[in-house]
């Protein structure tokens, strides 16, 4: 695979102070503020305010959970034991005292609201985003589908996650305010030194000079059909808002064409905002379309992070730095 770059359009974004107003179903700010994380309170199976409170907090720390969907599901699961261990704190799938006292060192709060703005709306947006790779090589945009999704993507949340935190908004009219997470970092990234991914786990390390680990993002690594290479390779590139060209040499199972085409850049894009470019030919870091599917389905043999901890990865990391692919923990 090879990409290009493309200029991408700036966001303006206006924060404010949450007015915390009733959203439903317990799922609203003042609840998710006051969320007190543990084995009782956590589940894995519907959202919670305290899987809320601790997804934004890890997100924050460069430990990331993934989608933000208010679910302690397994990546939210292998960020807080990664943070426990990077503290070396007890470390487990269960909360602790330890590691959440550290956590709520952070004590900035964890919801804002946000006012959409006539240029989040001003697109272009597509109908619907094709099945399969050859359906979208002639579109001119690989946008986002809604204003929902674009506003989801950015604030790093599931849909339905901002749905019920707005019940009844639209998310396409200027001037409203909705209420969202707020994911801002109290500090940018830190210069990664290497970085590690690890198959088994499907997870994505950073590590400072000291081999301190300061990042860590679940990813989507492999297949059976294309596995990950194993050993060391380096970044040669970092391309953001590529272009995507697809080679026929690689016999992609879901792709019938036998002629390389290319597909446009955007969000949907099928390795999403940024590429980075790996010494093994055809493998590369990048991000997605589909946030809420990383760590839960197959690659073709590249390492697929969600669009935003991409670009996290990207602005820790420079051409030269060493990625080692490994098929067992540290």
């Known amino acids: ?22 959203l439903g179903a317990g799922m609203d700010a003042a609840a998710i503020e006051a969320a007190e994380p543990s084995s009782k309170t956590l589940s894995n199976e519907k959202p919670t305010p305290p899987g809320v409170r601790l997804q934004v907090l ?29 503290r070396q704190l007890p470390s487990s799938d269960a909360m602790t005292d330890e590691v959440w006292t550290a956590l709520r060192g952070d004590n900035r709060p964890v919801m804002t609201s946000y006012t959409i703005t006539e240029q989040d709306l001003a697109g272009p ?39 019920s935190l707005n019940p009844g908004q639209r998310f396409d009219r200027a001037g409203a305010t909705i209420v969202v997470v707020d994911t801002a970092s109290a500090a940018p990234p830190a210069k990664a030194d290497h970085v590690e991914v690890d198959k088994n786990r499907q997870v994505v390390k950073l590590f400072d000079k000291s081999n301190a680990l300061v990042g860590f993002y679940p990813a989507t690594v492999g297949s059976k059909e294309k596995p990950s290479p194993t050993g060391n390779l380096k970044v040669t590139e970092i391309h953001r808002n590529p272009t995507y060209r697809y080679n026929p040499d690689y016999k992609f199972k879901e792709v019938r064409s036998r002629k390389p085409f290319t597909i446009k ?12 470019n790996l010494s093994a030919e055809g493998y590369g870091i990048h991000g997605t379309a589909s946030p809420g599917k990383v760590s839960k389905a197959e690659s073709h043999g590249c390492v697929r992070l969600t669009n935003w901890d991409a670009e996290r990865v990207a602005k820790s990391i420079a051409k030269g730095t060493v990625v080692a692919f490994v098929d067992d923990p540290r």
């Open 1 to 22: 695979m090879s990409f290009g770059k493309s200029s991408k359009v700036g966001m303006i974004l206006a924060f404010a102070l949450v007015a915390a107003p009733a």
């Open 58 to 86: 890890l997100d924050r720390a460069h430990f990331s959970p993934g989608e933000i969907d208010g679910k302690f599901g397994e990546n939210a699961k292998k960020a807080l034991r990664a943070y426990a261990e990077a």
């Open 125 to 163: 947006f597509l109908r619907r985003l094709p099945a399969k790779m050859e359906q979208m090589k002639d579109i001119p945009n690989l946008g986002f589908t809604s204003p929902r999704e674009m506003l989801a993507e950015r604030f790093h949340m599931s849909e339905p996650l901002l749905a």
């Open 265 to 276: 850049p955007g969000p949907n894009n099928p390795v999403g905002n940024v590429w980075i």
